[in-house]
């Protein structure tokens, strides 16, 4: 141990002048920092916030908050809810039109049913419908009553107002679709309608 001592300070006496000094206490004790309290940080910090918060021109610029849009669920007596999604602007639809639409069928917990729009392509293939209670199911007619053209409604519809027989609209034309649409006709349904034209 003797003989590394020995061996340190022949290696430090022979070093160049520019060379950093091994020890760097004894080279810069002017510069000794004692340690902060968690306290006197803390301090420190409150009293900046409250130096900035009195003079503003100092903090940084508040961006403008906006106030939330809320999207509103409305329900009807016959247990049907609705979200107005976007509202349009075409003319208003009125009972015993006949309307040109875009839907999205899902289950309630979410499940993809059937749509008119390609998920993929994007292609549309639009359904028209008489707003007539023994053409199309009778929740899905109170939905588009009032919607605009351009506008687009999220419905939960209940059973009781929905598929109440196989022959109501909008029903597909293909049978994959059309059997998946009706082996779920016994639950509530999601329809996310696109109001197209009033014919």
Avoid at 72 to 79: C, E, P, Q, S, V
Avoid at 81 to 101: H, K, M, N, Y
Wanted: with cysteine; hydrophobic share 40%.
């Amino acid at each position: 141990m003797i003989d590394d001592v020995a061996t340190l300070a022949q290696t430090s006496s022979t070093r160049p002048k520019d060379a950093m000094p091994m020890d760097l206490h004894c080279k810069f004790s002017s510069l000794e920092i004692k340690r902060l309290s968690r306290r006197m940080v803390l301090k420190f910090c409150g009293f900046n916030t409250l130096l900035l918060s009195i003079n503003p021109v100092l903090a940084a610029p508040m961006p403008e908050m906006k106030e939330p849009e809320v999207i509103r669920t409305l329900k009807l007596a016959n247990g049907v809810r609705f979200q107005e999604i976007i509202e349009g602007e075409g003319p208003e639809v009125q009972e015993g039109d006949t309307v040109e639409v875009n839907y999205v069928c899902r289950r309630s917990n979410g499940y993809f049913v059937h749509s008119t729009v390609d998920q993929f392509s994007g292609e549309s293939s639009p359904v028209i419908l008489p707003l007539d209670e023994n053409q199309i199911i009778k929740g899905l007619k109170e939905v588009l009553i009032g919607m605009k053209v351009g506008g687009k409604r999220r419905a939960l519809i209940p059973p009781s107002v929905g598929y109440v027989n196989e022959n109501l609209k909008p029903i597909p034309d293909e049978f994959g679709p059309r059997r998946s649409l009706l082996s779920h006709a016994n639950e509530p349904l999601i329809f996310e309608v696109q109001l197209l034209k009033v014919l």
